[in-house]
């Protein structure tokens, strides 16, 4: 058990439906860290969160967005969905910034 | 990743053999970490290398990067069936701005024990 908590851990949607994944770092991880992983991209670097502010941006699409709140939980949230958003979404999270994440169970996310 | 290169993508080797997993970048690396996935499931920190020539080891598992920092191997001695799984090199390509991390992976090698 790394500490991390995502939730839900599966969840089966429709094109153009909104979904939001939620995920609780470790206690006292002011990092969170999403990721997208899918066959086809492997695990793509999608945002990085520190202490409630972004840090860093990667190929997160337009249609998604997410946020750290005070308590340092965090959500991501997908909008207008498509079908190749399916995949599993990791949330992972550090104290600062060593290398050493923390990573969730994840999150599957299937659009029908 | 692009800047990240695994090789190779898939192996399986017999249990009790030795294999070498390479991990590439076309840049010099900061900080290279290993990681390790059972299929499914989140990813494990295995270690991380920063020094050029630096060598860790954690049981039967050993890691090297290369002076010019730009290439590291994962080594396994005496595979066993615990060692299958997806094995993951990352790289923080560095934002140099506090607080930033931007760690990211190679595709991965998918590795299967046969008894």
């Known amino acids: 058990d790394s500490g991390v908590t995502q939730t839900p851990k599966h969840l089966i949607t429709a094109t153009g439906q909104r979904v939001t994944l939620r995920c609780s770092p470790r206690s006292g991880d002011l990092s969170v860290y999403w990721y997208q992983q899918s066959l086809d991209q492997g695990l793509q670097f999608l945002i990085q969160y520190y202490n409630g502010e972004e840090r860093a941006k990667g190929n997160i699409l337009e249609r998604f967005s997410a946020q750290q709140f005070p308590d340092l939980h965090s959500e991501l949230n997908l909008s207008s969905l498509e079908l190749g958003d399916s995949a599993l979404y990791f949330c992972a999270s550090s104290v600062r910034y060593t290398g050493e994440l923390f990573f969730g169970e994840g999150s599957r996310l299937t659009v029908l | 990743s692009q800047e990240l290169e695994q090789s190779p993508q898939s192996l399986i080797v017999q249990e009790g053999k030795n294999l070498t997993i390479n991990c590439t970048s076309s840049?010099?690396?900061?900080?290279l970490y290993w990681y390790k996935q059972k299929y499914g499931e989140g990813l494990i920190f295995l270690m991380m290398l920063q020094k050029g020539g630096e060598e860790k080891s954690h049981e039967k598992i050993t890691a090297k990067l290369d002076e010019k920092k730009q290439q590291s191997s994962l080594h396994i001695t005496a595979s066993q069936p615990s060692h299958a799984g997806i094995y993951l090199c990352?790289?923080?390509?560095?934002?140099?701005?506090?607080?930033?991390?931007?760690?990211?992976f190679g595709q991965g090698t998918r590795l299967t024990i046969n008894p």
């Open positions: 840049k010099t690396l900061y900080g």
């Open positions: 990352g790289a923080d390509i560095g934002l140099l701005i506090q607080g930033a991390q931007k760690l990211v």
